[in-house]
Structure formats: C-alpha cells, structure tokens
C-alpha cells in the first residue's frame, strides 16, 4: 500500500471554549512544528495527545470538550505536551443534584424506506445471522461441545447451506459458585438470555454435565423456551447430559451431541431471509483500545449513525459504565423520563458500591494503551465515549444481563471490559454491533456480526483488512462526521442482510465472559 501524504501541521480543537487540541499527523510533530494558527511546538507531541493552545498556570483548569479534564500540576506553556503526569484528576460527580430529564432534544424527523434482509423469529424479532448455538450449563462441558462442534461444522453444516454457523455457548460459570447468592442471577440471566437471542432462531439446544449447580431447568426454566411457528407446541427442553448412563465413552457423547444438532439443523435451514425494516435492528455499540482521536472521528460518527437508527425506529444500545459515568449529569439530562434518569442514578450508584469492594475507583478503567492514544484519564476518555449515544433522548435502561422490552436509544449497564460488555449486549437481544477502536484490537463474536470502526487513518491503513470502516478520514478532512455516518447506516444494513464483516471473513471471535460479581466457592 503506499504511504499517505504527509500533513501540514495540524490540531483539533473540541470547542472554541478548550485550551487543548489534539496533534492529528501520523507519528507526531516535533519540537518547533507550526501550525496554521502560529502556535509553534515548544516540544515534540506524538500523535492524539494534547498540545496546550496557550499558557496554563499550575492549578489551572485544563478543557478538552468544553468538560474540565483535570488541573494543571504545574505551570504549562503554549506549545507544549499535556499528559497524564501533568494533570490532577477531577473527583467523580456526585450522584446527587443531578439534571433530571431538562434536555428536550428537537423531534428528529423519522426515517422511513430503509430495510435489511433479515430472519423473522417466532417471538417477533429479527436475525441477522441463522446460526445454531449449542448451550452449555457449566465450564467442565466445554471440551467436548469445541470436539463436537468442529466435527458438527466439518460433516453436517455443509448439508444446510441456509445455515450461517454453529457456535458453542462456552463460558467459566455453573459450578464452583455461591449459585444462590444475590448477584448469581446476573450471570444466570446473561446465559439464558443469549441463548434466546435472535440469530438463534428460537432453536434451543443444551448440553449439561449432570451434576453442575447451575441445572439446565434452572438456567431455561418453563415458561421461557420459545415455542417455534414451525413445530406447532414443541417446547420441551433438549438436553444431550454427558452423565447419562446411555453414554459409554467419549464418543458416544460426540455421537449425541451431533444427533440432536442435526435435528436443529434441519428446522433452521427452512429459513429464508426476507425484507425487514431497519427498526428491527438491535445495534449495540462500544469502543474498544480507545484513543484521542475516538471522541473525534469514530464515535461522533457513530453517534450521528444512531440517531438514523432511533429516527428508523430501531433500538441502539450504548454501555460500559465506567465510560460514562463522569458524564452522568450530561445523561440524566438527557433522559425521557424521571424514572429512566433515576434508573441510571441506581446502575452508577450499584456500581460504584461494586468498584469500592475491590478497593479500586473509575481511575481503574483506563489502559496504558489509552494513554498511549493521547487519553489523559477516565474523565478524558468518558467524555469521547458517550458521543457513540448521539442525541435522541435515552428511553430507558438496562441493568447487566436483562433483555430489551423496548425500542429507542437504550442505556444498557455493562462493565467496561470488552468481552463482558459485548457479552451482555447479546443478553439484550443484539443482532448487530458496532466496535470503534483506535488503538487497534480484532474483536469478533461467534453469535453476531461485527463492524469495527477505525479511528485513524494509519491504523486503517496498516490494519486495512480488519477495519470495516475508516473514519480517520474525518480527522484528516478527507470526510465529514455526517458522511461517514451515512456511510456506517448502509454499511449496517448490508451486513445485516448477510455481508460478510471482516471478523467474520477470518473467523475471529472472543470468549464469552459472563459477568459474576457473586462470590466463588
């Protein structure tokens, strides 16, 4: 690939209120650079980090999104390099007095005419994908369903081509644990509700140990399997246990396992795709190795493309508390309702309980390739973060692992761990997720389709076959933040109708991880 043309010497500037901005050109600048304001570089600033637009004393504010980020430690002059050794972080906001629900935002016009080709579901939702996932109650199965499900893909899937792929429900929970302790029904309710999401397709298959404590009838009690359209009243639990005593060896078990899967093979490669409106998306978005440049190109493009989403009717759920908290009064604000504020108020505050038992703060979040990236802090990096919300108002929230009732824009609270987060936003009932990364990272799930979002041109560049989208031309004014997300709107609807994402192309895809704050026994 050839190399880019080299920039001027360039900075962005959040809001005419920052006496910060951010070095755009790839590899930095070094000492003595000018840019087109005069401002000359007193010394070298790499790429996304902060560069002071005037003197700073020590104490003074430093702003970046007309949000204080922290206080200068020392005096600063203009033209130098503002990192995270030169700031006091500001303390975490109150969660009292806060804004409840005082942002009307101006009715946004609806967006009607826009569709994907989708798998409509007994239940009323949407697939993207039509993919057979095999349950699991407990971590000791896990060998055996990864054997039987390699053999499931390599002999029987070839055989129904209307079905995408066979996934294995993998997880570390279901045994070994305080199974009836208060927050056990976080991790419980995660592991049922991604077994009902809809690329499913309402096929519920589980393998169980036998003597686990978490019981396939405890994980998917009555009441909660899907009765298929096509089955008339089939809704008895399918369940192959490995302890059976009709299981003699290993490959009995193997041999169990792939009978039942092709019994679900069968009822899902009737299906057919067909044309779907685009408010049957259920889009969670998240970033991930996050950069200066995050709350700039990518996620302002997201968050543009969010507002399509809730305009068309869709839902949209943005997470990651520890991401958003420091920006909580811009939320509550935002919030339809009082009750839907003080939902939010109730998932910070649990989780600020949550983060003051391992004796760590919201400081925690943040990694040293964050930094790297030109993120200072926490404060920093939340509020580049919510920008992925865009600005219809936030109709209501999520506690971790609970399935959406509703459409809109949703606040569903996650960690911020990418892997537990993306976990949980399946849970929700997610059918397509959005991953912005400047950093760089080749996130995948097995259960849903993947779009990642560069921030940057250089790592769209280098990573040019792991990036779905580059919006590091919005940095570069190659592009506007509008264009590009008009142009993650259709690339969504293409990928939800069955094209490819590059995850998907390379077969990459994380664990789950299922998010337990129960004790372990």
């Known amino acids: 690939m050839t190399e880019p043309a080299a ?90 007095g806060l804004p409840i629900a005082t942002v009307t935002p101006p009715a946004m016009a609806p967006l009607d005419g826009y569709t994907f080709e989708g798998y409509r579901n007994a239940d009323g939702s949407v697939g993207s994908r039509n993919i057979l996932a095999i349950t699991t109650t407990v971590q000791c199965v896990a060998g055996v369903v990864d054997f039987a499900v390699q053999r499931i893909k390599a002999e029987l899937l070839p055989s129904y081509p209307n079905v995408d792929d066979v996934v294995g429900l993998e997880h570390t929970y279901g045994c070994g644990v305080a199974i009836d302790a208060p927050d056990a029904i976080i991790p419980i309710r995660t592991l049922r509700n991604i077994s009902l999401n809809p690329n499913f397709g309402g096929e519920l298959m589980v393998v169980s140990l036998g003597c686990e404590k978490l019981q396939p009838e405890r994980l998917l009690p009555p009441g909660v399997i899907p009765i298929s359209d096509q089955r008339g009243v089939d809704d008895k639990l399918d369940v192959v246990c490995l302890q059976d005593d009709a299981h003699v060896g290993f490959m009995s078990m193997i041999d169990s396992v792939m009978r039942q899967a092709r019994q679900h093979l069968e009822w899902l490669n009737r299906r057919r795709r067909e044309t779907c409106p685009a408010s049957e998306l259920v889009v969670g978005v998240q970033c991930g190795g996050s950069d200066a440049f995050s709350g700039v190109t990518a996620n302002p493009a997201v968050g543009f493309a969010t507002d399509l989403l809730v305009r068309a009717g869709a839902t949209v759920m943005f997470s990651e508390v520890t991401e958003v908290r420091d920006g909580i009064g811009q939320l509550t604000a935002r919030a339809s309702t009082p009750e839907v504020a003080q939902a939010m108020i109730r998932e910070m505050a649990w989780y600020d309980h949550y983060l003051q038992k391992g004796q760590v703060d919201r400081s925690a979040n943040t990694t040293p390739g964050n930094k790297q990236g030109g993120l200072s802090n926490i404060v920093e990096k939340a509020m580049g973060s919510i920008v992925k919300s865009g600005t219809a108002p936030i109709a209501g929230v999520l506690a971790p692992g609970e399935k959406l009732q509703q459409k809109g824009l949703i606040y569903a609270a996650t960690p911020a761990s990418d892997f537990i987060c993306g976990t949980l936003q399946l849970a929700a009932g997610m059918n397509l997720h959005i991953f912005t990364t400047g950093r760089g990272t080749p996130y995948g799930l097995a259960a849903c389709p993947v779009i990642k979002v560069a921030t940057r041109n250089d790592l769209a560049r280098r990573w040019h076959d792991l990036m779905d989208l580059n919006a590091g031309r919005i940095a570069s004014g190659e592009a506007s933040i509008e264009e590009v997300g008009w142009e993650l709107f259709r690339l969504m609807l293409e990928v939800a109708s069955g094209k490819k994402t590059w995850a998907e192309h390379w077969k990459l895809h994380n664990a789950l991880v299922l998010f337990n704050p129960a004790p372990v026994t």
Request: glycine share 8%; hydrophobic share 55%; no cysteine.
């Open 7 to 96: 920039l001027a010497p360039l900075f962005i500037r959040v809001h005419a209120a920052d006496n910060v901005a951010i070095v755009v050109n790839d590899g930095g600048l070094p000492a003595g650079a000018v840019f087109a304001s005069g401002l000359r570089l007193v010394e070298a600033v790499p790429q996304g980090h902060k560069v002071a637009l005037l003197d700073l004393a020590a104490g003074a504010p430093v702003r970046r999104y007309n949000v204080v980020i922290g206080h200068a430690l020392r005096d600063i002059p203009a033209g130098a390099w503002v990192h995270e050794r030169l700031l006091q972080m500001p303390d975490a906001r109150e969660l009292t």
